[in-house]
């Protein structure tokens, strides 16, 4: 028996056009489209089995929707960050009240930055990337956090993009994949690599729900070796968010809910 999992997303902000941009160039965002977007997101979450809890937008704060930044969830604790971008630090508030009544909460404390994009969970298994919006204070500091809990911490340098879940995230079954381009591998040795199509550079972020991996709908490539592989594969059309920098894993924060621990999973 799996444990329950609940997913933490938050509605698309209609000032969406203005959010961070690092790596990518403007293009205009169908607001009503990235919704409809959105909501086949949590559908299709809660069609794997996953409970949803949707917070109401905030509409002055154009990156709000990706939650996965603020907060770092984990078994035994929420950390609550300050992010690296200024503009989105004033959505930990509400998030870290949503998560106050699943998990004790702890926060960063300044001069830490840290985006919760830049930690990846595999197992017992935290590696933490160090990137234009998580500083060596943010690794230091969430490091001691989780290490009380007998986690194994590691950083991660992250180069040419935004986090280092857009180079590498958890696929289950001991495997990561990885756009090496963008990171040291080497960090990761003991796992698995599965190396994105040379065509789909961008197609390293996924999602691990239960044992399915989420993945846009545009890395075909990238689908069909998962699937070739034995990974089972469920893809989300993203293309509206994707221009604000999202991956899959940005739009919501999932963790473990009740008491019986069968299988682990990463976040
Ligand atoms: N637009 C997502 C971010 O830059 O944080």
């Known amino acids: 028996m799996r444990r329950p999992v609940t997913a933490i997303t938050r509605q698309v902000s209609a000032s969406i056009n203005n959010c961070e941009l690092s790596f990518h160039a403007r293009q205009p965002i169908d607001v009503a489209k990235a919704m409809a977007q959105h909501k086949a997101y949590e559908d299709c979450l809660a069609g794997l089995g996953v409970r949803i809890v949707s917070l109401p937008a905030e509409?002055?704060?154009?990156?709000?929707v990706f939650v996965e930044d603020p907060a770092v969830v984990v078994d035994e604790v929420a950390v609550i960050s300050i992010m690296g971008a200024p503009s989105r630090r004033p959505e930990a508030?509400?998030?870290?009240e949503a998560l106050s009544h699943y998990r004790p909460i702890k926060f960063l404390v300044e001069p830490a930055t840290l985006d919760g994009g830049d930690v990846?969970?595999?197992?017992?298994?935290?590696?933490?990337?160090?990137?234009?919006?998580?500083?060596?204070?943010?690794?230091a500091q969430s490091s001691d956090m989780f290490r009380v809990y007998d986690y194994q911490v590691q950083s991660?340098?992250?180069?040419?993009?935004?986090?280092?879940?857009?180079a590498c995230s958890y696929i289950g079954h001991d495997t990561v994949l990885v756009n090496r381009s963008l990171i040291d591998a080497e960090r990761f040795r003991g796992f698995e690599l599965v190396d994105v199509p040379d065509e789909e550079p961008a197609a390293a972020n996924a999602l691990l729900v239960q044992d399915?991996?989420?993945?846009?709908?545009?890395f075909?490539?990238?689908?069909?070796?998962?699937?070739?592989?034995?990974?089972?594969?469920?893809?989300?059309?993203?293309s509206e968010l994707q221009k604000a920098e999202a991956g899959v894993t940005c739009t919501s924060i999932i963790?473990?809910?009740?008491?019986t621990a069968v299988e682990d999973r990463g976040v």
């Not at 508030?93 to 870290?96: E, I, V, Y």
């Open 59 to 64: 509409p002055e704060l154009p990156d709000a």
């Open 93 to 96: 508030s509400s998030l870290a």
């Open 120 to 139: 990846l969970r595999a197992g017992r298994f935290i590696f933490v990337g160090l990137s234009q919006r998580t500083n060596q204070e943010g690794i």
């Open 156 to 166: 991660v340098e992250v180069r040419g993009c935004l986090h280092l879940k857009s």
């Open 212 to 218: 399915v991996v989420i993945i846009p709908a545009s």
């Open 220 to 238: 075909p490539k990238t689908r069909a070796l998962l699937e070739q592989r034995g990974f089972r594969v469920q893809t989300i059309d993203l």
């Open 255 to 259: 963790f473990n809910h009740g008491a």
